[in-house]
């Protein structure tokens, strides 16, 4: 399967900084980029879905100004969560899919291995 | 509303016996199906995607389509306790939408 890097894999942040994570696709070219957060024991929360070179497209109830997508290239998507507060600790996992078709390898979503914020 | 609906679990199954694990949806123009692992503190990891209707196979995994029922089957032959994860089901419709997850299954593998 398609390989997708998350960096960093842990951050420990004191309230009311900001916080970058990136998102890379290593081994094919993500046309849309999806980040998630989940908190423990909870299902996954879609956040947001980014296309290369669009504004990203927020699911209700998320602010989009406190968490900032940018998905400059096809392998590139970063999320920053601005000011953030204690309530913002979760696990932050992105996701990365290809233009390929049914059934083609880069049509699946594949994940990041997430990032573990924690706020204090 | 599109939904996923998965039994939370936790599935008991020995080791070595055939782990079932069951999703319906909602959304009848679905076209697209796929099986996640998550292990516990990880992220999902895909393991399946059935596009047709019947049976697909890899290795010890066999996913299982029936559009006109609105479910989908993942089997796990001689289930091992590293399988032991939570199993998510995730749907998709036509073109290029998002997917939509059920809460997952806790699968516990034992010894």
């Known amino acids: 399967g398609a390989v997708v890097s998350q960096h960093p894999s842990w951050v420990i942040c004191k309230s009311g900084t900001s916080v970058k994570i990136e998102c890379r696709s290593l081994?094919?070219?993500?046309?849309?980029m999806f980040w998630y957060r989940q908190f423990p024991k909870q299902s996954l929360m879609l956040m947001a879905t980014?296309?290369?070179?669009?504004?990203?497209?927020?699911e209700q109830g998320v602010e989009k100004d406190k968490f900032l997508i940018n998905h400059a290239s096809l392998t590139l998507s970063t999320l920053t969560v601005t000011s953030a507060h204690p309530e913002d600790s979760s696990f932050y996992i992105c996701?990365?899919?290809?233009?390929?078709?049914?059934?083609?390898?880069?049509?699946?979503?594949?994940f990041g291995p997430g990032t573990r914020l924690t706020v204090t | 509303q599109k939904e996923v609906e998965q039994n939370s679990g936790p599935l008991s199954v020995p080791e070595g016996a055939i782990a079932s694990l069951n999703c319906t949806y909602s959304?009848?123009?679905?076209?697209?199906f796929f099986w996640y692992r998550q292990y516990s503190g990880k992220s999902p990891e895909l393991i399946m995607s059935?596009?047709?209707?019947g049976d697909k196979e890899d290795g010890r995994f066999t996913a299982q389509l029936n559009k006109a029922s609105q479910y989908v089957s993942l089997l796990i032959r001689d289930s091992q306790p590293s399988d032991s994860a939570t199993y998510l089901c995730?749907?998709?419709?036509?073109?290029?939408?998002?997917?939509?997850f059920g809460k997952g299954t806790m699968l516990l593998v034992s010894p």
């Open positions: 980014s296309n290369e070179g669009s504004k990203a497209t927020y």
């Open positions: 995730a749907v998709k419709d036509s073109g290029y939408s998002t997917l939509t």
């Open positions: 059935i596009y047709s209707n």
């Open positions: 996701s990365a899919r290809g233009p390929g078709g049914p059934g083609q390898g880069i049509y699946e979503q594949y």
């Open positions: 081994d094919f070219q993500a046309t849309t």
């Open positions: 959304d009848r123009v679905s076209q697209s």
